[in-house]
């Protein structure tokens, strides 16, 4: 049985950032809500004009929705998540149109197992360093986004 929007986007709150407190978690559900309501660029092809499921099943964009990386299970995953009434609550905050002020227009985020934030993500320069929250690092899109 396929997840419901609101399932998939509790899971995936759960497993991206179910460490990072209520904010860090409204953070990520924000990116991900950016991501399927941008008008340009890439993720507005692969929304296809609001298609949760399309942005959270993009090839390589969340490690938890692979259920094996690098060759290895992956444990950590949107499938071994149990969401509780937080999550849900989150993802139902995010899906009625709500976004965490501090994340803005913000299309990435990642965890740079390191102190500092590095100044563009992704690599090819289509996102720039906004914010840091927790343990994540959030980054905006560059002018060049458009055309991704």
């Not at 990520?28 to 092809?45: C, F, K, L």
């Not at 227009?105 to 996102?127: A, T």
């Amino acid at each position: 049985m396929a997840y419901s929007d609101r399932e998939l986007l509790a899971r995936l709150v759960q497993c991206e950032a179910g460490g990072e407190g209520d904010n860090g978690m409204r953070a990520v559900a924000t990116v991900v809500m950016n991501r399927v309501n941008t008008p340009i660029g890439e993720y507005s092809r692969i929304s296809q004009g609001g298609n949760i499921r399309n942005i959270v099943f993009q090839p390589g964009q969340f490690d938890c929705t692979r259920e094996t990386i690098g060759g290895k299970y992956n444990p950590q995953n949107i499938y071994n998540m149990n969401p509780t009434d937080i999550h849900y609550e989150i993802a139902d905050w995010a899906l009625s149109g709500n976004r965490l002020n501090e994340i803005g227009e913000c299309l990435w985020f990642l965890n740079p197992f390191r102190p500092n934030c590095g100044s563009i993500f992704p690599s090819n320069g289509s996102g720039t360093f906004h914010t840091r929250l927790g343990e994540h690092c959030f980054y905006k899109p560059t002018e060049s986004y458009a055309n991704t």
